[in-house]
């Protein structure tokens, strides 16, 4: 079993940074892809960022190419992800997920996710 936990979640301005941190328990991270996703009240939950069990590999959503990058430390069981030039429309809660290592979840979003974090919010103002 593994319990993952966000943090790093806030109230920014627009045009702000913010950096999110993912840390998990109960197991090692490194066999694991890891993602990011988010939602808003009345939509579903969409891909935001994604990341190889190797840390080479990312993919991200169009929304957030060259605003957000994804990383991971897997010595300390922590995923990272890189907020910059936060718009309002970025407001949102934050998921973290854990999904097989051989999934395409960390690129794309779709596949199985093993485990879900709880959340933190992030709230971008105008």
């Known amino acids: 079993q593994v319990q993952l936990v966000e943090s790093g979640g806030g109230l920014v301005q627009a045009g702000g940074s913010l950096r999110l941190s993912c840390a998990a328990s109960?197991?090692?991270?490194?066999?694991?892809?890891m993602g990011w996703f988010r939602q808003t009240p009345g939509k579903e939950r969409e891909f935001v960022a994604g990341?190889?069990?190797?840390?080479?590999?990312?993919g991200y959503a169009d929304a957030v190419k060259g605003r957000f990058t994804v990383s991971r430390d897997n010595a300390k069981n922590t995923v990272y992800l890189q907020m910059n030039s936060l718009k309002p429309e970025d407001t949102a809660v934050y998921y973290c997920?854990?999904?097989?290592?051989?999934?395409?979840?960390?690129?794309?979003?779709?596949?199985?996710?093993?485990?879900w974090g709880k959340g933190t919010l992030v709230t971008v103002s105008s």
């Open positions: 997920a854990a999904g097989p290592s051989y999934g395409t979840m960390w690129y794309n979003g779709q596949g199985q996710v093993d485990y």
């Open positions: 109960g197991r090692t991270l490194s066999s694991f892809a």
């Open positions: 990341i190889r069990w190797t840390g080479i590999s990312t």
